[in-house]
């Protein structure tokens, strides 16, 4: 029933279409939609934001610096009490102030300090990481995972391997979010 | 807003990766910072004195630290503002050693994430607010979870000074492994003459109480309040009544594993695990009972003389209230049979593991210290002992060493010469020797010289039955050459493992645990006894696998932690809770559907409308409510949204390269 | 009896009876092309009560605007299907009190979309009417004058309406709507697909492109049954400050990001939002995609059990596997 007609259906023949020639063209066309493409912001160094636990995930960032697990220099880490306080906002804002990526990580499930946080934390994040891909920011940008305060060589490998992925697409600026 | 920043130089910790004269001079250039410090150790006695100089003389009115993780010394510094006159909690500390210096090598690239990380805490030094602490009522009474040696050492050190103290033992009786052991090492001094004192002790002590057969259900409060759910397991007989006079066990006709003795030979379905047990109190194994697997037998109920079998019985649930728990719930002994097929898998009679052996030994063991062949019952002449097994081997997911084995080995060893004979052949498998404890290195040299029992460095890859006698194939890598040596008796030096349970009670007490179950404590070195949660400590080999008399003493040290806690009569609450500003609230109560504690309440307005209330006391600081709240109107005190919005937006600030 | 006959005599009863202070259905707007709310305190005043396949509005709307203010309010209001939902999703979370409300329940065959009626003419619409089930005959200001047939002009979503009678009513106003077999067939999401399958470069510049046309009117908010952020919402507010007040492609996005989490497992994908919108922004694009998410995730359709609650709001350890 929902015919070429319709005017949500017009919408996204709008939407689609302008896309299909912005995605080739990008912000040069001016007629456009006037949004660089992906990672296409030169060669800085990729700046990520990262929102961890202060129990778990801090502690394990510790671990990893008391064990001089060394470690890609793009991370920037914001500690918060238990992901259960993360707003997924907190994600949509670094992506709009302009991160390159964002990792968010927590206790493991059982392990929350506070019995529960993250338990309510994973649905949102879940929900957060498949809404961001909508969006069209690549999934390569966007990490949330759990490092216990033992797991030094885990954060290692978390952030290394995130970096990694992010430093492949590139900076990125200029994007609707 | 006047703002100090103090950068550390931690000796050459951070200085020797960060440029931190640059970064202490170019914070001046940040807004609102008036005050720009390098010191070489800030948190030494001099590094503290030009904080609090600088808070008088610069009348700074928040102080942001650049140094280590705010884990190892966030409280020193608050302390320290707080003597120097500023609210402890208008502090910041920005991470440059463990998240930076520690993990990066070039200095430019270093000094550019520390400068960052320097400007996202003035960031959030700039949001933050006094705050002031609230004081609650704390419950003296103390709950010792586990009943082995470290939670009675724990137990009796409280209760003599005076606490009420309670051990919930999963078994019926305390004494745990301690309890099995025949020597100990490595003065060869007899186990039991040293353990059961102290169980006695425990049992008649006035501040004691024994909740043996029982386990912790559920654990809710905080530090001070904690309330525990205790289930008393059905042990089918009335403790209030049974005398522990074995008549029951004498005359039981059915047959059941035997855990004390570690599965050597069978106990009967009713049982009591040893003679010195405390309590002395028999249970019964229902599935092993013929009246309860048949519905007929009840002659344990006919010959008890104090008519204490209740084949009714319930598990039971009590609910106590403490101020502290002490975990203390020691050791299961490596799983060896599914972990070495190679070594026979359990299926080679002669092969047995280290605790087995200790049974064997022991004179009040079921074969009253007889050390002899499990498959024909003769002595032995040759006896190999094989160190390692489930410990220090990456194949089995145990790549730590349990720390004992080298030394309980030593010591059967020399209880096998002294048992058997001097011209008992005896072998022994390691790959290194660790005897780093007092006497340690002695004992293990009088083990080899004077006892003459035979070291050979290398793995056994391989236990195979041939004529009778155990095939010992391995490798001595000194020699580099093959070895093959027919045993009468293998005596596999079995590791430490966490207990079984021991996740699900550390989830239970919210403290953190490691990939092995062993529980996390606050600090290796600063807070080795307490873990992150407050109120909850750690005794033994829960934290990690240690021997007795390193166990001994750390469960000294956490009475001494425990009656440190317990020697205030009010305690100070964490003022970093969640307060709700009444006048947005929508009354939407998505907080209250959230918040693990329950800590908000529907609170009734002056026009009789409810808004939403944290009530402080209860409230934990987690911020899940304040995730939660859609009009953002509760606010978590110390981590407010608007400084992390901050933070986020200081760090993504372009930098001028280096 | 027709439902608006239905309509007004449950109005006039329930007023009469003193069992509402107020019912809440819908009237003629300025002229017969369109439809208003309309809020009835004398049962003398039904007769202005009307049902047509113009009556779009989520009239649950303005049982969440007022409530608790009036607190003793008692109100009656009609719900379709679709509003129904929105209706049990306050109800879940106890936001509406339920022996309040006098709920009349509306057997709906969809909706015309007088956008789409609009588009067809470059003259005002002065009359739009139903001569019989099924058909819509259209009249200009000028005077032209066309016939469309209902399924071809109706909501996109009423195509993909699963729900066309009311989950939660106290009366039904006439004979239910066919339903279509909910166990046989999930929802249809076909709607997003050709968005979802633009490529991440081409998705950020559809959105910069749609979102740069937001002027933050604030109607898609305002007009959502299930937002109960009121005149709280977080989105104006400067401390803390989650979206700058700046009208940009960047933070309109996140605007409507703020309003979507918000909304996260109550949201029933009424479209009142897309309704409201002045400029036509697909918002859809946003919430439908986020409901196919959580149907995905949890199998939960929002508003459609009163016994049950919005899914961010609790866990379910046996079930939730994510991130592991």
Redesign the interface.
């Known amino acids: 029933m929902a015919d070429q007609t319709t005017t949500q259906a017009n919408d996204a023949a709008v939407v689609a279409g302008d896309t299909a020639a912005a995605g080739t063209i990008d912000a040069a066309s001016g007629a456009g939609a006037a949004v660089a493409a992906d990672g296409a912001a030169g060669d800085r160094p990729v700046k990520i934001v990262g929102i961890v636990c202060n129990w778990c995930s801090y502690a394990g960032a510790d671990t990893a610096g008391t064990g001089r697990f060394k470690q890609p220099p793009n991370l920037r880490l914001i500690r918060v009490p238990c992901t259960g306080r993360v707003d997924p906002l907190f994600a949509l804002k670094a992506f709009e102030k302009g991160a390159d990526g964002v990792l968010i990580s927590g206790c493991h499930p059982g392990d929350c300090h506070y019995s529960e946080g993250n338990y309510y934390a994973r649905r949102k994040f879940e929900l957060l990481e498949r809404m961001i891909h909508h969006l069209g920011i690549p999934k390569e940008r966007f990490r949330w995972t759990w490092v216990s305060a033992s797991e030094g060589q885990r954060w290692q490998q978390v952030v290394t391997e995130f970096v990694a992925g992010v430093e492949k697409l590139g900076p990125r600026e200029g994007r609707a979010l | 807003m006047r703002i100090g920043v103090f950068v550390c130089h931690c000796g050459s910790n951070i200085a020797g990766t960060v440029d931190v004269d640059r970064l202490a001079e170019r914070a001046l250039t940040l807004k609102d910072v008036v005050h720009g410090e390098d010191i070489m150790y800030t948190c030494s006695e001099p590094g503290q004195a030009a904080i609090q100089k600088a808070i008088e003389e610069k009348k700074l009115d928040r102080v942001v630290v650049a140094a280590c ?4 010394h966030e409280p020193t510094f608050r302390r320290c503002v707080d003597k120097g006159g500023l609210n402890p909690y208008l502090f910041e500390m920005a ?1 440059i ?4 210096s ?5 200095m430019p ?2 000094t ?2 520390a400068w ?2 320097i400007k ?1 805490a003035v960031a959030k030094a700039r949001r933050l607010e006094p705050l002031f602490s609230n004081e609650v009522e704390i419950n003296k009474d103390v709950l010792v979870i586990g009943g082995g040696v470290a939670g009675i050492q724990a137990a009796l050190d409280l209760a003599d000074a005076g606490l009420k103290v309670t051990i919930v033992e999963r078994e019926t009786t305390i004494g745990g492994v301690m309890a099995k052991l025949d020597k100990t090492f490595p003065t060869i001094d007899c186990s039991a003459c040293i353990l059961t004192p102290r169980m006695v002790d425990c049992g008649q002590h006035e501040n004691i109480e024994l909740m043996t057969y029982c386990e912790v259900d559920k654990v809710s409060g905080y530090v001070g309040n904690f309330t525990v759910d205790i289930r008393k397991k059905a042990s089918m007989v009335d403790w209030s009544k049974c005398i522990g006079c074995e008549i029951c066990v004498q005359k039981c006709p059915s047959k059941a594993p035997d855990v004390f003795n570690v599965g050597l030979e069978p106990t009967k379905a009713i049982y009591i695990p040893f003679p010195q047990a405390v309590p002395k109190r028999a249970a019964i194994q229902t599935e092993y009972c013929r009246y309860f697997q048949t519905g007929k037998c009840k002659v344990c109920e006919r010959v008890c003389p104090a008519d204490a079998i209740d084949f009714e019985q319930k598990d039971e649930i009590v609910q106590k209230r403490f101020g502290a728990i002490v975990v203390a719930t020691g050791l299961d002994v490596f799983d060896w049979e599914t972990g070495y097929p190679e070594y026979g898998g359990g299926k080679i009679k002669d092969v047995i593991s280290g605790l087995q052996y200790e049974r064997m030994l022991n004179a009040s063991g079921p074969y009253g210290g007889h050390v002899h062949r499990l498959s024909n019952g003769e002595d032995p002449k040759t006896v190999v002992f094989i160190q390692c097994v489930g410990s220090r081997d990456e194949s089995v997911n145990r790549p730590y060493c349990s720390s004992v084995c080298c030394m309980y080995t030593a010591k059967q060893a020399l209880l096998t010469k002294d048992h058997c004979g001097s011209d008992v052949e005896v072998y022994v498998f390691y790959i290194d020797i660790r005897a780093t404890g007092k006497g340690y290195e002695e004992f293990i040299k009088r083990v080899q010289t004077e006892f003459g029992v035979k070291y050979v460095r290398g793995r056994v890859s391989k236990l195979y039955e041939d004529g009778g006698k155990v095939m010992v194939r391995g490798v001595d890598t000194l020699l580099g050459e093959q070895v093959e040596i027919a045993a009468d008796l293998v005596v596999l030096a079995t590791g430490i493992q966490a207990p079984e349970g021991a ?1 699900d009670l ?2 239970k007490l ?1 403290i ?4 092995f179950g062993f529980m ?1 404590e606050g600090h290796p070195k600063l807070r080795p006894v307490e873990t ?2 407050a109120g909850v400590f750690l005794a033994g080999v829960s934290q990690g696998p240690k021997d007795i008399p390193a166990t001994v003493a750390q469960a000294s040290g956490t009475a001494s932690k425990v009656l440190g806690l317990l020697a205030k009569d009010k305690l100070k609450t964490s003022p ?1 809770i969640a307060i709700v500003d009444q006048k ?1 609230c ?5 907080c209250i ?2 918040c ?2 329950s800590a908000p309440e529907k609170q009734e307005q002056r026009d ?2 409810f808004k939403s209330h944290v009530i402080e006391t209860v409230c ?5 409510c ?3 709240c ?4 509760i606010s ?1 005190k110390g ?4 400084a ?2 901050d ?3 200081e ?2 600030q372009p930098t001028p ?1 280096h | 009896m027709s439902r608006q006959d239905h309509i007004r005599e449950f109005a006039a009863q329930a007023l009469a009876d003193g069992r509402v202070d107020y019912f809440i259905g819908w009237k003629q707007g300025y002229n017969s092309s369109e439809v208003v709310p309309a809020f009835v305190k004398d049962p003398a005043d039904v007769d202005q009560l009307i049902w047509t396949p113009l009556c779009h509005h989520n009239l649950v709307t303005f049982i969440k605007r007022n409530m608790p203010d009036p607190a003793d309010a008692k109100i009656g209001l009609c719900v379709k299907g679709c509003d129904s939902r929105t209706l049990v999703a306050l109800l879940q979370e106890e936001l509406v009190d339920k022996e309040k409300l006098y709920v009349v329940g509306v057997p709906c065959d969809g909706i015309v979309d007088r956008r789409k009626l609009e588009k067809e003419f470059a003259d005002e619409l002065v009359d739009i009417a139903f001569p019989e089930r099924g058909r819509v005959v259209v009249t200009t200001g000028k005077g032209e004058t066309r016939e469309f047939a209902q399924d071809d002009v109706l909501l996109d979503v009423c195509g993909r309406c699963r729900y066309p009678n009311a989950l939660y009513a106290d009366d039904v106003a006439g004979p239910l709507e066919a339903e279509p077999d909910r166990e046989e067939s999930g929802p249809d999401w076909s709607d997003i697909a050709d968005f979802e399958n633009l490529s991440d470069d081409e998705k950020q510049a559809a959105l910069e492109r749609v979102y740069a046309t937001c002027i933050r009117c604030f109607a898609c908010v305002h007009v959502c049954p299930v937002c109960v952020c009121w005149d709280k919402c977080v989105n104006r507010s400067r401390e803390p400050e989650l979206v700058a007040q700046k009208v940009g492609a960047k933070e309109n996005l996140l605007f409507q990001m703020i309003h979507m989490f918000h909304v996260a497992g109550r949201c029933t994908s009424c479209g009142a939002c897309d309704r409201a919108c002045p400029v036509e922004i697909p918002l859809y694009l946003l919430h439908r995609k986020m409901n196919k998410e959580i149907y995905d995730m949890f199998g939960f359709e929002p508003g459609t059990k009163l016994d049950e609650k919005p899914v961010f709001q609790l866990f379910d350890l046996a079930t939730d596997h994510f991130g592991d």
Request: charged letters at 20%; hydrophobic letters at 35%.
């Open positions: 993780s705010p884990h190892m991470n050693r463990e998240h930076c520690w993990i990066h090598t070039d690239v270093a550019d994430k960052d990380i996202m996740k550390a989830q919210n953190s645990y490691d990939e996390k992150n949660t970093m947005n929508v009354s939407c109560w998505k559907d959230v693990p504690f009789g409308t934990q600081g987690c911020g899940v304040v995730a939660t859609p009009v953002n109107t978590l981590f407010p949204t608007d992390i919005l933070q986020i937006e760090v993504l390269s």
